[in-house]
């Protein structure tokens, strides 16, 4: 069974560095991408980039690169989330979700985590 | 960048009507089209990819249509476990995979 599970919800400060996880199980983590979908309070799914486990390759959105940084570890089936310095807009609910390939370029998310809700206030 | 639109943002509808939510690019995106269920704190659900495939173990009663700009997603007769919110995603620009806005599903 194909299972995404992140890690536990975060309380933090504004100007905190954070790291969330996603481990992959149930199907071969290496072959798939994973990919990182905000969600702000009341709003709407945001994607934010992706990770090839395999070989590291890393795509983000425009409107979140440079503001966070995605990584995985093969070794240990997980994909990350990191900010180096949280503001109070990044309080929201993450998800990861395994991206299913149709083609080389398109695809669909079949498989999604939890999810991992950050809080960021002082 | 390729915009997605999507109409109406919120509907209210009884069990058993017939529903349909249309979603439109600001340029042809060919079939790369997603359509997600997601329920108040739930994580989003795929019910349809490639506009009209429908994902394994998803009821018969939602279906996709369209292509090029234009998509629709229907639900053939409203359940009870239906009312949520429904986004749609291309997946066209290459490995670049931008929502729509959502559409909210109520009970009237």
């Known amino acids: 069974e194909v299972q995404l599970v992140q890690s536990g919800a975060e309380v933090k400060k504004p100007g905190e560095s954070l790291k969330i996880s996603c481990k992959g199980s149930g199907y071969s983590f290496t072959s798939y991408w994973i990919g990182w979908v905000r969600q702000m309070p009341g709003k709407g799914l945001e994607w934010m980039g992706i990770i090839y486990p395999g070989d590291s390759d890393t795509r983000y959105s425009p409107s979140f690169q440079g503001q966070v940084t995605i990584s995985a570890d093969k070794s240990i089936s997980t994909a990350y989330l990191q900010w180096s310095s949280l503001k109070a807009s990044d309080t929201a609910m993450y998800y990861c979700?395994?991206?299913?390939?149709?083609?080389?370029?398109?695809?669909?998310?079949?498989?999604w985590g939890q999810g991992t809700l950050v809080t960021v206030s002082s | 960048d390729i915009q997605m639109t999507q109409s109406p943002s919120s509907l209210s509808a009884s069990v058993g009507d017939r529903v349909t939510i249309t979603c439109r690019a600001s340029q042809s995106i060919s079939s790369y089209l997603n359509w997600y269920q997601q329920k108040p704190g739930k994580a989003p659900k795929l019910l349809i990819y490639?506009?009209?495939s429908l994902q394994s173990g998803v009821p018969s009663r939602f279906s996709g249509s369209g292509s090029g700009t234009d998509f629709t997603l229907t639900i053939s007769s409203l359940q009870p476990e239906d009312f949520a919110t429904y986004y749609c995603?291309?997946?066209?620009?290459?490995?670049?995979?931008?929502f729509g806005p959502g559409t909210k599903v109520d009970i009237k």
């Open positions: 979700a395994r991206l299913k390939l149709v083609g080389a370029i398109a695809g669909y998310f079949d498989y």
């Open positions: 995603q291309q997946s066209y620009s290459t490995l670049l995979f931008i």
């Open positions: 490639a506009a009209s």
